[in-house]
């Protein structure tokens, strides 16, 4: 574990980061998007399909310099200019292979959508201006840095007026000192309120993704943030999204994984996030980890994961902790005895 005195130098993370990630230019088309599908997705009381479009783009600004230490997202990216107009040539493409009638739409970068430098303003506008009739919600996923009252009023604006838009943004933690040193996120808190409120101001959703358990943290120390944070971002946004950590390809939560200095969190923990905060924000709670019950996602003992999973499954669903009223597992002491000894025995960077 790199000890304090190193993790102290701003710049330490980002040289690392670019190190593990050993980007340079790709080759390949730039008016094919990076990858299309369909999945289902809660509107209201219902589940609708959402159309999910990937586009291709230089790569995030950010993790171009480095970037956050569990996001592997730039390896997809061409890491060379993408111009604006085929960027909406992906868009259209996309569209015309794969809408068929999907009431939802939503629309990722590796990046933030809302970064001028990674997607133009021109493009912003000229994407969302071609959405077809009869598609409902758009969901984009932007740093909050890039959401300006300006560029929010912007997206609102380019969009027909009866099309609700939903805005992402990936908060992470609450904790300064959780973002810099274990995420190396360069948005703060300050800066997720700050557009929540741009948002609010033109009736445009938000969502926050939570990361639950970043490198460095105790079982612990990762469940106490991930509570602290829902609480906090709660009374900002329309929804938070909780999101384990997973290990992706090239990051420096790989490298440490395959050192056996990173395990994902208990599914436990993430029930037990659930049962404290629910109820108390005005915001639903969601959790739909990603590559959960496998190594390189959260997972219990292998024996009880496909029921817990399919308990937070039920209630991102139903928002009832009845949810979670399953059969207990052995691997549930296993668990508590992690919370409580793990600081004991390694220690994490935040006492
Ligand atoms: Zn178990």
Redesign the pocket.
């Known amino acids: 574990m790199p000890s304090p005195s190193l993790l102290s130098h701003p710049q330490t993370l980002n040289a690392v980061m670019r190190d593990v990630r050993g980007l340079a230019p790709r080759e390949g088309s730039l008016e094919h998007p990076t990858k299309v599908w369909t999945e289902p997705e809660r509107h209201g009381a219902q589940v609708l399909d959402a159309l999910v479009v990937i586009l291709k783009t230089r790569g995030c600004t950010w993790a171009l310099s480095g970037g956050c230490t569990m996001c592997g997202y730039v390896n997809d990216s061409m890491v060379r200019k993408v111009e604006a107009r085929q960027l909406l040539a992906q868009f259209r493409r996309a569209l015309a292979e794969s809408h068929r009638g999907q009431p939802i739409v939503k629309i990722y970068t590796s990046g933030s959508f809302l970064d001028p430098t990674e997607v133009p303003d021109e493009a912003q506008a000229a994407i969302l201006a071609e959405i077809p009739p009869g598609v409902r919600k758009v969901t984009l996923e932007a740093q909050s840095v890039h959401a300006t009252d300006a560029r929010v009023a912007a997206v609102r604006a380019a969009l027909r007026p009866e099309v609700e838009l939903e805005i992402a943004f990936g908060l992470e933690s609450a904790r300064p000192a959780i973002l810099q040193y274990s995420v190396n996120k360069h948005d703060t808190f300050g800066d997720f309120v700050a557009a929540c409120r741009a948002c609010r101001a033109h009736g445009v959703r938000t969502k926050a993704y939570l990361l639950v358990k970043p490198p460095f943290l105790t079982e612990r120390e990762a469940l106490e943030d991930a509570v602290a944070t829902t609480l906090a971002a709660g009374s900002e946004c329309d929804v938070v999204s909780l999101n384990a950590c997973n290990v992706q390809s090239r990051t420096l939560v790989e490298r440490l994984w395959k050192r056996g200095l990173y395990r994902p969190i208990w599914l436990w923990s993430l029930v037990e996030i659930i049962r404290r905060t629910h109820g108390k924000i005005p915001a639903r709670i969601r959790c739909d980890p990603v590559g959960a019950g496998g190594a390189r996602g959260a997972h219990?003992?292998?024996?009880?994961?496909k029921r817990?999973l399919e308990a937070i499954e039920a209630y991102s669903l139903t928002a009832r902790l009845e949810a979670f009223e399953t059969e207990p597992?052995?691997?549930?002491e296993r668990w508590q005895d992690t919370l409580e000894l793990e600081g004991f025995l390694q220690g994490g960077v935040l006492k």
Do not use: F
Not at 329 to 332: I, R
């Open positions: 219990n003992c292998g024996a009880c994961d817990v597992c052995a691997c549930v």
